[in-house]
Nanobody, 123 residues
Framework: EVQLVESGGGLVQPGGSLRLSCVAS????????MTWVRQGPGKELEWISA????????RYADSVKGRFTISRDNGKNTLYLQMNNLKPEDTGIYYC????????????????WGRGTQVTVSS
């Protein structure tokens, strides 16, 4: 059974940092592009980052470029998202996903998503 479990969210002050993790099971993480998507309160899903199988290609939404870093450890079947200089508008639920369309936010049949981890940026 394919499972993705996110962790590392929490409450942080503006300017702070968090590191999210996503542990995959049921499939070899190293064979797939992986994606982070978030959903702010009352907002639609927002694609924020994706990484290719070998970490040679990483992509970011303009809203997080220069502040967030996606990475992976295929040996540990784990995906990461290092988030620095957090802003209140970064508040939301963060999902990792194995997606058929890794550069789009919307859910597609055949995708696998975790349940998400809550990130709240507030003073």
């Amino acid at each position: 059974e394919v499972q993705l479990v996110e962790s590392g969210g929490g409450l942080v002050q503006p300017g702070g940092s968090l590191r999210l993790s996503c542990v995959a099971s049921g499939f070899p993480l190293g064979r797939y592009f992986m994606t982070w998507v978030r959903q702010g309160p009352g907002k639609e899903l927002e694609w924020i980052s994706a990484i290719d199988k070998s970490s040679n290609d990483t992509r970011y939404a303009d809203s997080v470029k220069g502040r967030f870093t996606i990475s992976r450890d295929n040996g540990k079947n784990t995906l990461y998202l290092q988030m620095n200089n957090l802003k209140p508008e970064d508040t939301g639920i963060y999902y990792c996903a194995k997606k058929l369309l890794p550069f789009l936010a919307r859910r597609s049949s055949g995708d696998y998503w975790g349940r998400g981890t809550q990130v709240t940026v507030s003073s």
